[in-house]
Every structure is written in C-alpha cells, then in structure tokens.
C-alpha cells in the first residue's frame, strides 16, 4: 500500500485474476478460446468409482498381506535372536564354569610341584569336579612333554601322550595365560565327541610344564539344543569355525567346518545378525538369526523354516484376498445399478446441459474478446478506459494521488521492417512481460493502449512514486538486451511519459492521459530511451 504521499511500496504484481475484482468490470475469464470441456459422463465416473475402490481394496489387501509377511518373518527373527542369545548365555556358563575349575587348578598347580604325592591327592579334586559338574567329561594335566600325569578318568596307559594335539602345541608356542576354546575333537580315553578347553602351565621360572585340560561333552552340549523343538527349523552351535552340535541331530557333521554361504560369511564377519538363505546342511530354505559368545570362539545360530514361519499367514491371505474380491464383486453389482439409475436421469436432463454449456462458453468468449488483447494478453484499451474511470473517481472521493504512465516501444515500425511482423508480434509480448513485472501491486493495471503503446494505471501514486515505476519499467526492458539493428543503442528500448495529479472535481480522466501523453512526446523529442514526467 502506499504512504500517505501515494509513494509506492513493493507488495505483489498485478494478475488477471486481480483485476477481476473490480465491480463494475465482469470476471476474467481464462485466456484460451476453446470452450471449457463438457462434465464428464456421470455412468462413467460411477465406474471408475466402482473400479477405483475395488483397485484400493485390492491393493490395500496387497499391502496388508505383504505387511503380515514382513511382520511374520520379524517375529520369527525376534524369536530366534532371542532363543539364539538365551543359549549362547548357557553355554558359555558352562565353558566359563569349566574355565574357573581349570584356573583354581592351574593356580594350585603353580604354587606346588608336580611331584607324585601333590598329583596323587589331586586325583580324587579332579573326579569330584567333574561328577558335580554335568558338562565336564573329563579334566587332565599333561607335562611339558605331554605325557599324562593326572587324570579323572578311573584308568588310564602312563604311555599315552597328548603332545600332537593342537592344544598342547598351541600353548607351548604361546606364553598366554587365556584360557583355549578349541575345536571339536574325538577323545583317546572315551571315543567321544569333546570340545578341550585349556590353560598352559608354567614352573617356577615361568617357562612351559604342561597343559591343564578339560574336556566338554558334546553329547551334553547337544541336550542342550534338543530341549527345543524347532519343527523345519535348526539350531547349531559352532565353536572356532567347527560345527560342535545340531538339533536335529547329524553325527556326521561334528567337528567339520561350516560349508560356504551367507551365514558362514556372516559368522565371521559380524558378532550378531539375521538372514534369510537356503541352509548349506540340507538346503531348507531358513530364517537364521545368530549369536557369538562374549569371551569364547563360540557361536549359537537358530533358524526357523521358512515355510512353517509363513504357513499362518498364507492361510490367512488367501481367506482374506478371498473376502476382498466377493466384496468388490458386491461393488461391481451396487455401481451396475446406480449407472441404470443416473442414465436414465441424465436423458431427462441432457438438452437443458447443453443449452447451459453453450451458453457458459459463449459468455466466456464475449467476455475475452471484450477485455483483453490477444497478441500481449494484457488487459484491453476497452478495459483500461473503464478501470481509469472508475479509480479516477475513487481519486476523487478520496482526494488521493493518481498516476499515468504511457509507454512507447521506440522506433517500432523500424523494427517491423528490419525484422518482420513475427519477431515484432514476438517484441510486444516480451516488452508486455517486462511491463507487467515492473508493478508490484494488486490494484496496478498494465494495458495495451494501441499498436506499440502500452500504458501503466497508478493508483494513490504521486509523481515521485510513478517515475520510479516508470524507470524501472524502462530499465527491465532495456535489460532485456531485445536486439534492434535500426537504432543507434542496438537494442528494443521504450520511451515513458508520466503524469501524477491529484484529480479535483473539475478535472477529468481524459486531462491526465493528454498530459501523460504530451509527457510521452516530450521523452521520444528529447532522445528517446528516457523516462519524462509532466510538470
């Protein structure tokens, strides 16, 4: 809005649909010639109606059948992480249960010499340990040559040896104090499958005396994983890369390393995780969720048939994609009959729609042509006239300024016969864009005048206001950088003349445009290109 000296502040650019708000003037309408496109047939769009709800049923069945899949398959891996970390817990109770036993061993062991008498009284220590402990199978001490020299086992050959085992051999090269999780292996003294867990023994000078070893039942460790029933699924525990039990059970498979696949990749390169794969065993298809132990090579992988996991929810799918598609049939009958219903109304109504049709599209015509002009698509010279009378008497009323600003593109008609009608049609348009971005109010109006005149409409501008909004216009089009060969600037300019009165009651709008135009003389005589105000 402007101040009270009519000085104008920048809101928004006029448009065609702020012009329509003028009261007497009718409603712009949109600037296209062809008539508005009849109503679409009501049968049809019940149709569509019809065919679009079904579409959203059906795909909202999709959704929620591919959601309670998603869904399925989560819970399943939920309860097999659980499951997953609830064993591993177990057993690495029991591997750090047989590791406390081995350090009190290993610490007594290392204060005392192993002299007959002090390994003839740990006899009886050792058999009690493990008939109190359910996973133990058996706990020996070898020396540094491997030769038993104490056992739990009730019998055992003084000749026999455990050096070449990897565990004797790994801690006679390592000066570690931690605690050996070893692989899977078959005991000498039981023929069982154990898993050794070991400690190295050092004399008094810290060098290599022997192995303390207990060894862990397989068979133990098995029960464990058999108290679930896993129904398609498995659950296998693996320790240092070996597979050490399975439930359901394959004898063949202890102590052998995992065969390539995504799990196995996963086990080694992640402490925990889930998957979906074919299992590498016995090729079911299986959801996997696994676990690695805090402080030993152990890990727990739990996996639930896929098709057990999704057998629930295809039963529900289908029952329920069944429902969708008997409703959409019931659909399909209610639109067939509200189309008969609408049909035969729209034969009663059809002449009186495309009497009002017409009538609409040949108003909207009328209204074009008498409003605005085609070539630039600003408001008409009819338009302008009636706007400039009825803000000039609102001027007066309000005894507000009101300002005229006439614009000339210069030397026009040389530019038509440099470079033709076409590129000078192209000229106006793009002078009428440039015009029309230079107001920046609602109730400002840019009009076509006549030929290659145009004219800005002020209102509650002063002359300082206009002047400005005039050189801004002249600028924009100048900025535009129009080419024009006929003229000494070498480009499209315009030259502006501008009156601003404060309009008395004897005055009259016809006074201001003559003086806005003598303005406009007055610029193109004094060189063109140049903005001159009325004084």
Not at 381 to 410: C, K, T
Request: aromatic residues 6%; glycine residues 6%; proline residues 6%.
């Amino acid at each position: 809005m402007p101040n009270k000296q009519g000085v104008q502040t920048p809101p928004q650019a006029p448009t065609a649909s702020s012009l329509s708000d003028l009261g007497d003037l009718v409603p712009l309408p949109a600037p296209a010639d062809e008539p508005a496109p009849p109503p679409a047939d009501p049968i049809r769009r019940a149709r569509l109606l019809v065919v679009f709800v079904c579409l959203a049923l059906l795909a909202t069945n999709v959704w929620l059948v591919v959601e309670a899949r998603a869904h399925a398959i989560a819970q399943a891996h939920l309860a097999n992480t659980n499951l997953a970390r609830a064993m591993i817990e177990r057993v690495e109770g029991s591997v750090s249960e047989a590791d406390h036993i081995l350090d009190s061993l290993v610490d007594e062991l290392e204060r005392a010499d192993l002299s007959p008498p002090v390994l003839e009284r740990l006899q009886p220590i050792l058999v009690n340990h493990v008939a109190r402990t359910e996973q133990l199978k058996g706990l020996f001490v070898y020396d540094a040559h491997g030769a038993w020299i104490a056992t739990s086992e009730p019998r055992w050959d003084a000749s026999w040896n455990n050096a070449d085992r990897s565990y004797f051999i790994h801690h006679r090269a390592s000066r570690s104090a931690s605690t050996l999780v070893s692989q899977p292996i078959v005991s000498r003294s039981s023929g069982e499958w154990i898993v050794p867990v070991s400690r190295r023994l050092n004399d008094a000078e810290g060098n290599f005396a022997g192995v303390a070893l207990a060894t862990l039942s397989v068979r133990h460790l098995r029960s464990l994983l058999e108290r679930f029933d896993v129904g398609e699924g498995a659950i296998l525990l693996t320790s240092s890369g070996r597979m050490v039990a399975r439930n359901p059970f394959l004898e063949s498979d202890i102590g052998k390393p995992l065969p390539p696949s995504v799990v196995s990749r996963l086990l080694d390169t992640q402490r925990s995780g889930t998957a979906d794969a074919r299992s590498p065993i016995d090729g079911v298809e299986r959801l996997f969720s696994f676990e690695h132990a805090r402080n030993y090579p152990l890990q727990i992988t739990v996996a639930a048939g896929k098709n057990q996991v999704l057998q629930n929810w295809r039963t529900i799918s289908v029952l329920q994609t069944v429902w969708v598609v008997f409703l959409c049939l019931l659909l399909e009958r209610a639109g067939s009959y509200t189309s008969r219903t609408i049909a035969q109304r729209l034969q009663a109504e059809n002449g009186l729609r495309e009497a009002s049709d017409a009538l609409t599209r040949a108003n909207g015509r009328l209204a074009k042509l008498a409003q605005f002009d085609d070539l630039t698509r600003l408001p008409n010279r009819r338009y302008f006239d009636q706007r400039l009378g009825r803000v000039f008497r609102q001027a007066q009323r309000e005894r507000s300024p009101l300002a005229i600003a006439m614009v000339d593109v210069d030397e026009f008609k040389k530019y038509n016969d440099h470079y033709g009608h076409v590129e000078g049609d192209e000229c106006l348009r793009r002078v009428a864009a440039a015009l029309r971005a230079s107001v920046k109010r609602p109730e400002d109006v840019v009009a076509r005048y006549g030929g290659e005149e145009m004219v800005l409409l002020l209102p509650h501008t002063d002359a300082l206001g206009a002047t400005l909004v005039a050189e801004a216009a002249r600028v924009a089009v100048a900025g535009m950088d129009i080419p024009h060969a006929a003229v000494v600037a070498g480009k499209v300019t315009i030259s502006v003349g501008v009156a601003a009165w404060v309009p008395g009651q004897q005055d009259t709008e016809q006074a201001l445009l003559k003086a806005a135009d003598a303005a406009l003389y007055e610029a193109k005589h004094e060189g063109r290109n140049r903005v001159h105000l009325h004084a």
